[in-house]
């Protein structure tokens, strides 16, 4: 077990200081023109798998760091750059997550790689679990999948919605109901192999930030796929179905489903995005407040600009050590007891969305123009309070931690 540190090794500095040059250099003068395409920046992901930052070789680099700190760091960095485009860049993450965390070794080494595709023809895979009418209440989801003995297929039906890739992935990972009667419990994960008739792309959403990040509905009509694309396999989910049924008529414990697994271990690294995003506004605040004169002199020089700055430094140091800290303990086995994965990105999330509000107020005007980032940036920042549950969620799953009840 590596020790909790806070502070970068040598080999961590060096490729902190790579993703860095990259976003400065790539990302940030593609950003402003990528956010009102409002496209795909297949160009900008097609960089970052020639250097190698687009590729399954540097994500499991990242994400089996033994102190936890490879995934957050490299997610600063790159949402450091611009929230829209790294979400493009790392939406094939969350589908990734998802296998990693329930698929056998065999899912992992088949489908992870066809995620990513190569720098020549590079690919995304997409997480496919909220719903219309299931978005928090994960426990609401209508998207049935039915096991066809005969045919060792299963039938998936239902529609998506908010899907990061949904509909131009290659690979799509999907959260189905395979017993309704279990809720939560009677969940499953699926993958959905590149052209499998029956699944299509619904409506694409044009929203307010992270306009460089597709976001789609998925919809699944009549989609089969072999037996083989059940996450985990069909022995284990008969098992673990099994134990909820029996639990469920001794009015018993927890068992965790598939999404929610997915979910506790990206949390953290949404709260390192928007560390980025904070962490970029506060920079571009702090330069403005240093060289805008205003009566003869900077406006840093002011206690209402200044001490608004030193409140932004410290909940962005604050926040970025409630990522790592969750993050050193999900690497290294250390239960959540006082849900530190959802602390993590509550007060990170509603850090990037006040920072980037006070970066906004310091630049004036000017701050309210797109001649300046930290609009785009507030813009962008308003996502992390919703997306991989809601703040108001975070609260819940928080408060019911501490008081030792079930989260459903």
Same mark, same amino acid.
């Given at each position: 077990?590596?020790?909790?540190?806070?502070e970068l090794n040598d080999e961590q500095k060096e490729v902190r200081d790579w993703l860095h040059g990259f976003a400065a250099d790539v990302?940030?003068?593609?950003?402003?023109?990528?956010?009102?395409?409002?496209?795909?920046?297949?160009?900008?992901?097609?960089?970052?798998?020639?250097?190698?930052?687009?590729?399954?070789?540097?994500?499991? @680099?990242?994400?089996?760091?033994?102190?936890?700190?490879?995934?957050?760091?490299?997610?600063?960095?790159?949402?450091?750059?611009?929230?829209?485009?790294?979400?493009?860049?790392?939406?094939?993450?969350?589908?990734?997550?998802?296998?990693?965390?329930?698929?056998?070794?065999?899912?992992?080494?088949?489908?992870?790689?066809?995620?990513?595709?190569?720098?020549?023809?590079?690919?995304?895979?997409?997480?496919? =679990? =909220?719903?219309?009418?299931?978005?928090?209440?994960?426990?609401?989801?209508?998207?049935?999948?039915?096991?066809?003995?005969?045919?060792?297929?299963?039938?998936?039906?239902?529609?998506?919605?908010?899907?990061?890739?949904?509909?131009?992935?290659?690979?799509?990972?999907?959260?189905?109901?395979?017993?309704?009667?279990?809720?939560?419990?009677?969940?499953? =994960?699926?993958?959905?192999?590149?052209?499998?008739?029956?699944?299509?792309?619904?409506?694409?959403?044009?929203?307010?930030?992270?306009?460089?990040?597709?976001?789609?509905?998925?919809?699944?009509?009549?989609?089969?796929?072999?037996?083989?694309?059940?996450?985990?396999?069909?022995e284990k989910l008969d098992e673990r179905l099994a134990r909820a049924r029996e639990k469920a008529k001794s009015g018993g414990e927890r068992?965790?489903?598939?999404?929610?697994?997915?979910?506790?271990?990206?949390?953290?690294?949404?709260?390192?995005?928007?560390?980025?995003?904070?962490?970029?506004?506060?920079?571009?605040?702090?330069?403005?407040?240093?060289?805008?004169? @205003?009566?003869? !002199?900077?406006?840093?020089?002011?206690?209402?600009?200044?001490?608004?700055?030193?409140?932004?430094?410290?909940?962005?140091?604050?926040?970025?050590?409630?990522?790592?800290?969750?993050?050193?303990?999900?690497?290294?086995?250390?239960?959540?007891?006082?849900?530190?994965?959802?602390?993590?990105?509550?007060?990170? =999330?509603?850090?990037?969305?006040?920072?980037?509000?006070?970066?906004?107020?310091?630049?004036?005007?000017?701050?309210?123009?797109?001649?300046?980032?930290?609009? !785009?940036?507030?813009?962008?920042?308003?996502?992390?309070?919703?997306?991989?549950?809601?703040?108001?969620?975070?609260?819940?799953?928080?408060?019911?931690?501490?008081?030792?009840?079930?989260?459903?």
């Amino acid at each position: 077990m590596a020790e909790f540190t806070m502070e970068l090794n040598d080999e961590q500095k060096e490729v902190r200081d790579w993703l860095h040059g990259f976003a400065a250099d790539v990302i940030r003068p593609a950003a402003a023109e990528w956010d009102e395409r409002e496209e795909t920046p297949w160009p900008v992901i097609q960089e970052a798998a020639k250097v190698g930052i687009y590729s399954l070789d540097f994500y499991a @680099q990242q994400y089996f760091d033994s102190t936890g700190l490879g995934i957050p760091m490299a997610m600063e960095e790159l949402f450091w750059g611009d929230a829209g485009i790294a979400l493009s860049i790392v939406g094939t993450g969350l589908a990734a997550v998802g296998v990693l965390a329930n698929g056998t070794e065999e899912q992992i080494g088949t489908w992870i790689p066809q995620m990513y595709g190569d720098p020549n023809d590079v690919k995304v895979a997409a997480f496919c =679990s =909220s719903e219309p009418d299931a978005g928090s209440d994960v426990a609401s989801l209508r998207t049935r999948a039915v096991y066809d003995e005969a045919k060792d297929e299963w039938v998936i039906n239902g529609t998506k919605t908010w899907a990061t890739n949904g509909g131009i992935a290659n690979v799509h990972v999907v959260v189905a109901s395979v017993d309704p009667e279990l809720g939560s419990k009677g969940h499953a =994960s699926f993958i959905v192999p590149p052209g499998t008739e029956g699944l299509s792309q619904g409506q694409k959403f044009k929203k307010h930030g992270i306009r460089a990040s597709h976001t789609a509905e998925v919809v699944l009509d009549d989609v089969r796929v072999p037996g083989s694309c059940l996450l985990g396999g069909k022995e284990k989910l008969d098992e673990r179905l099994a134990r909820a049924r029996e639990k469920a008529k001794s009015g018993g414990e927890r068992v965790k489903n598939a999404a929610m697994a997915t979910f506790e271990a990206s949390r953290p690294a949404v709260g390192a995005m928007a560390v980025g995003t904070a962490r970029a506004a506060y920079e571009v605040a702090l330069d403005y407040a240093r060289t805008r004169e @205003q009566f003869g !002199r900077p406006i840093i020089d002011n206690q209402g600009v200044a001490f608004q700055l030193a409140d932004m430094r410290t909940q962005i140091d604050a926040a970025r050590l409630l990522v790592w800290r969750a993050s050193w303990m999900a690497v290294n086995g250390r239960p959540f007891t006082a849900a530190e994965g959802s602390m993590s990105k509550l007060f990170a =999330s509603e850090t990037a969305k006040k920072v980037t509000a006070q970066a906004i107020q310091i630049l004036g005007g000017n701050g309210y123009t797109r001649e300046y980032p930290v609009e !785009r940036m507030h813009r962008d920042s308003a996502i992390y309070t919703i997306f991989e549950g809601t703040s108001e969620i975070q609260r819940l799953v928080i408060s019911r931690t501490l008081a030792g009840m079930p989260i459903r």
